[in-house]
């Protein structure tokens, strides 16, 4: 499977803070670009998307950057808050080498927002 | 999440045993994917299935596993002779179509625990 590469690990910011999280793809066949969120014990939950022919999106506290040339695209987390502390998956969706098309994630990054 | 059902959400099975997780998509979605996460990883893919076909197995096992998902009923993934190994969260996913990755919600999970 193609990767996705994410990072940090885990993170820990300060309520108030700004929470930043990265991701980068090798294959140019993916063409849209979830993030999730997921509690303890709880299924995904599909928090914010993108299309690479938008460089950036926003909905409410929580943005998506895109850079196309460089693969990479982050969210970031403005004015978080200790209800973000979760973990978050960047994905990737497409065709590729012979797929029917899915989803592909990255590890993972365990926010913990500190009151 | 809401909307895909999966159960049941806590299974144990001694090793040698089979284990049988389902799934009843959304209203309306034709479309099932499964997934697997290990403790502390991101979700791999496992298999992509339309009713009384199987789409895209790429990520399945070659043995003990199986999926399907029959013209009535819900999709059901099944593990033949468990191992400790297969210990994980297993999680559902659905959408109304294919080429539609913005639409692909996540049921709550089934946990197995092998031992």
């Known amino acids: 499977q193609q990767q996705v590469k994410q990072s940090p690990q885990s993170l820990i910011v300060q309520k108030g803070g700004i929470s930043i999280i990265n991701c980068a793809y090798e294959n140019t066949a993916f063409d849209y670009f979830p993030w999730y969120q997921q509690f303890p014990g709880k299924g995904p939950a599909l928090l914010i998307a993108?299309?690479?022919?938008?460089s950036e999106k926003k909905e409410g506290r929580f943005t998506i950057s895109f850079n196309k040339s460089a693969k990479q695209f982050s969210l970031h987390i403005m004015d978080s808050q200790p209800g973000d502390s979760a973990t978050y998956f960047c994905?990737?969706?497409?065709?590729?080498?012979?797929?029917?098309?899915?989803?592909?994630f990255g590890k993972g990054t365990k926010l913990s927002v500190k009151p | 999440n809401a909307g895909v059902m999966q159960n049941p959400r806590h299974l144990v099975r001694r090793r040698g045993q089979e284990a049988r997780l389902r799934c009843s998509p959304m209203k309306g979605h034709s479309h099932v994917y499964w997934y697997r996460q290990l403790p502390e990883e991101g979700l791999k893919f496992m298999v992509y299935l339309q009713k009384e076909n199987i789409i895209d197995e790429s990520g399945m096992p070659k043995e003990r596993f199986s999926a399907e998902f029959p013209k009535e009923g819900p999709s059901i993934l099944r593990i033949q002779q468990v191992v400790r190994g297969d210990s994980a969260a297993y999680f559902c996913a659905s959408s109304p179509q294919a080429d539609s990755g913005n639409t692909i919600y996540f049921g709550e999970g089934s946990w197995l625990t092998v031992v």
């Open positions: 993108i299309r690479p022919d938008v």
């Open positions: 994905a990737a969706y497409g065709y590729y080498g012979g797929s029917q098309g899915n989803l592909i």
